[in-house]
């Protein structure tokens, strides 16, 4: 009897094991829940005061706060870490906010933030400043972006999307507010389609107008166009839509200063017209030419282009632009067009320069991250911006009949544009497979 007892234990013990080990492979989230946290937790518990001495994170307090906090003269005291003034725990990590004592500043935390992952074994730890004097470290227990969940609570807004998971295990999202304007770059099969149509996804849903410049002859594109209020897909096409958006520019300063305000969110609700986001598909399509006759066409498109980039975001006009590479060799006036897409979504790509193309010029650090991404990891990107931040993402698997389905079901959330009418594509007849993409065709132009 009491064999079989044991015999029972022991298999109860092994199912219980072989469950863990099946969690922490195909449901990490459950397994950190359960495993990792509590461990994680306890471990940075016992060993914070210790591990924050060998990180060089501690500071002697000076001798008035050491006189009036213990009475005693400054080199008595030992140097101490920073106030843990918080610890919370989440699906995916375990957050810890610290107050910073004065002499160490957030890029000292940052600068040991991997000696920081070693010791207490989680998956990464991110630096953030969250008001003066406060950091939060992020650490996540394991490879969130291995199979992207995105959080369920998300940040709304009338101009916000949630596009990928940061690897902090925080959503990141476009606002288009803050960051009017955007390039995201990437070598082929880097994942670059899958970031537009998970944004598609996110834009579809909001009060806002879409237009489409895809010259590929709106091969990505045109499975969007129900929820599409224009679609160019010829350079032709496009010269002409892009001097229309600058017209539809002009005619909103001119609403603004006839309401005496500066900005489109000034606007009263009801004078407001309907924001719009211009999504250009192979930006190189554009401003590629063939022959010399086209250089006086692409330098037009570049040159509306750079106008809409310099001074479209107070009429509430974005740019999202995408493609391979963005540098010089596409011709005049493409470096001006990228200083003005200060939101960089830069995934894998074939070499250095292409890397200092994306983010050399708003968070140079970030370009040896950029480098190190792997191809086997399609989907995954750095993302920066002008404040000089940067983290890694990676959108969640969205297929092409998806993101048409959702563009389907918010048809009717598609602005009535009349300067824009000639360029709307007619919807495709069929609903879209994903075994069978459906192409359109955008209704010819009428005078
Ligand atoms: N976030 C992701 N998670 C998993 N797989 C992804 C992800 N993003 C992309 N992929 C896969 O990688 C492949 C290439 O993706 P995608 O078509 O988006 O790349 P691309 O950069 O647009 O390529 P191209 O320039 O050749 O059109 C696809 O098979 C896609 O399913």
């Known amino acids: 009897m009491a064999d079989l007892t044991t015999v029972l234990e022991a298999t109860g013990a092994l199912a219980g094991v072989g469950g863990l080990g099946y969690a922490k492979v195909r449901a990490p989230r459950v397994y950190w829940s359960l495993v990792g946290l ?104 394991y490879d969130v972006l291995k199979r992207v969940r995105m959080p369920r609570r998300l940040r709304a807004g009338s101009m916000v999307v949630p596009v990928a998971l940061r690897d902090d295990g925080t959503a990141f999202v476009r606002d288009y507010r803050k ?33 489409g410049i895809d010259c590929k002859r709106g091969v990505e594109q045109s499975a969007y166009a129900p929820r599409l209020s224009a679609l160019a897909t010829t350079p032709e096409m496009a010269s002409e839509l892009l001097d229309v958006l600058v017209a539809e520019m002009e005619s909103r300063f001119d609403l603004l200063s006839a309401h005496g305000v500066s900005d489109l969110w000034d606007l009263p609700e009801k004078v407001r017209p309907v924001p719009l986001v211009v999504l250009v598909d192979e930006v190189a399509e554009l401003f590629l030419t063939a022959a010399k ?32 590479r963005f540098g010089s060799e596409l011709g005049k006036g493409a470096t001006m067009l990228r200083a003005q897409l200060t939101g960089r979504v830069i995934h894998r790509v074939n070499d250095k320069q292409t890397a200092e193309m994306g983010l050399g ?50 048809a009717h959330l598609t602005p009535e544009l009349p300067a824009l009418a000639p360029f709307r594509p007619a919807a495709p007849a069929e609903p879209m497979t994903d075994d069978a993409p459906s192409l359109i065709k955008p209704r010819p132009i009428t005078d």
């Open 38 to 141: 509590p461990i994680t937790w306890g471990r940075f518990t016992v060993t914070y005061g210790a591990t924050m001495d060998v990180c060089g994170l501690t500071v002697r307090p000076s001798g008035l706060r050491a006189f009036v906090v213990r009475n005693v003269a400054r080199r008595e005291v030992q140097p101490a870490p920073p106030k843990v003034r918080r610890v919370r725990g989440t699906s995916t990590g375990l957050r810890v906010l610290l107050r910073l004592p004065a002499g160490l500043e957030p890029t000292d935390v940052a600068a040991a933030s991997e000696r920081l992952r070693h010791a207490w074994g989680v998956h990464s730890v991110n630096v953030v400043e969250t008001k003066p004097g406060f950091v939060e470290l992020r650490m996540t227990g």
């Open 179 to 211: 960051v009017p304007h955007a390039l995201t770059l990437g070598a082929n099969q880097s994942g670059k389609s899958m970031y537009q149509r998970n944004l598609i996804t996110g834009l579809a849903k909001l009060s806002v107008g879409l237009v």
């Open 293 to 324: 006759k086209d250089e006086e066409r692409r330098d037009r498109m570049v040159m509306q282009m750079v106008r809409l980039g310099q001074m479209a975001r107070a009429i509430g006009i974005y740019l999202e632009i995408c493609g391979q």
């Open 361 to 410: 010029d708003v968070a140079p650090e970030a370009v040896f991250a950029v480098t190190t991404i792997a191809p086997d990891r399609p989907g995954v990107a750095v993302a920066g911006d002008s404040s000089g931040g940067w983290s890694r993402i990676r959108t969640p698997e969205t297929s092409p009949a998806e993101a048409a389905a959702v563009c389907r079901e918010h």
